[in-house]
């Protein structure tokens, strides 16, 4: 079953482990799953998101990118 959350990211971003450990307190807290996913090992990814990682999608809408809102989160959630 894929993860509702995604959060599309690349090694060695300081916001992306931000962003990370934000989804997965959210995400937690709300009891649901999440997929962090390489944009550097997908050439289609990486020209779609070029520099504008970390970005977070909830059911395949954008949530947000760069610095997550904890509670932009919760609300896509519906928590």
Request: proline content about 4%; aromatic content about 6%; glycine content about 6%.
């Amino acid at each position: 079953m894929t993860s509702r959350v995604k959060v599309y990211s690349r090694e060695g971003c300081h916001l992306c482990e931000d962003a990370i450990a934000i989804v997965a307190d959210v995400c937690a807290d709300a009891g649901e799953s999440f997929e962090v996913i390489d944009v550097d090992a997908d050439p289609a990814l990486k020209a779609r998101f070029h520099e504008d990682v970390p970005v977070v999608h909830v059911d395949g809408q954008t949530v947000g990118f760069w610095r997550i809102r904890p509670e932009a989160l919760r609300a896509a959630l519906g928590v």
